[in-house]
């Protein structure tokens, strides 16, 4: 039987190599996005795909993507990556910017899980919410992001307690730093030299290595793991309280 990944934000970055990364390992996969054209384009030259686009946070979205899903062969994981990032000042936050924030970071997840736990109960399925490393450790600028991951975090603990009898596990992978094209194009040298600095493996980490622990979770070699967030990011969480300037003698 070929078991299929839902994953959500697949048109691009952590989402798009986390799809390639099912697909290796046997899986076919509703990839999940609102942006239709990159969707599209993502989608093109990849096989057992089934591409679908959705903007997660539309509860009326949500409940017409899940049922096309489900016919395409059901839903035995399901990975919640779709998100939004918005940095700046508390101050500076508007409500409705948090808004935005929290309605893609943390209302898709919930809406997600919500319309495909009957399917993941048929399945005895797994759930990966995507986190960060921003809602383990708070950082500036983050008001709005962080406390949304943070969310994600706690929310997956929940999923965790009450899905655990239908045998359906929860579980968060949190990445830390991800050399993404984005994140490339935003940050300064001096950021990049300050992540080296800070992070044990002095490094970013990839979008594949985050791929390889969310497909993990979602795999029978993880059918005792639930209710636990896994930080990706190169030891940056270990590093959370010191400075990093310590560390060099």
């Not at 830390?176 to 040298?189: C, D, E």
């Not at 800070?198 to 990839?206: E, K, V």
């Amino acid at each position: 039987m070929t078991r299929t990944a839902l994953v959500t934000g697949a048109a691009r970055g952590i989402g798009l190599a986390t799809t390639k990364l099912f697909l290796e390992e046997g899986w076919q996969v509703a990839m999940i996005d609102r942006d239709a054209p990159a969707l599209s384009e993502a989608a093109a030259p990849l096989e057992g795909v089934l591409p679908v686009v959705c903007d997660v946070s539309v509860p009326e979205q949500v409940a017409a993507m899940i049922p096309e899903v489900v016919a395409f062969g059901g839903i035995h994981a399901l990975v919640n990556n779709a998100g939004v990032a918005d940095f700046g000042p508390i101050e500076e936050t508007s409500f409705e910017r948090w808004r935005t924030v929290m309605a893609t970071n943390l209302d898709g997840p919930f809406l997600v899980t919500q319309a495909a736990t009957p399917a993941l109960k048929e399945a005895k399925g797994a759930i990966v919410n995507i986190a960060s490393i921003s809602g383990l450790r708070a950082s500036t600028l983050r008001v709005a992001y962080g406390t949304s991951k943070a969310a994600v975090i706690q929310l997956t603990l929940q999923q965790a307690a009450e899905l655990g009898e239908y045998g359906i596990r929860a579980n968060c992978v949190a990445p830390g730093p991800v050399r993404t094209k984005l994140a490339m194009a935003v940050h300064s040298q001096a950021i990049i030299d300050a992540y080296h600095d800070a992070i044990p493996l002095n490094r970013y980490g990839s979008e594949r290595e985050i791929a390889e622990a969310i497909v993990f979770l979602c795999s029978d070699r993880a059918s005792y793991i639930t209710g636990q967030v896994l930080a990706a990011d190169g030891g940056f969480e270990a590093t959370g309280i010191g400075l990093p300037a310590l560390r060099e003698t």
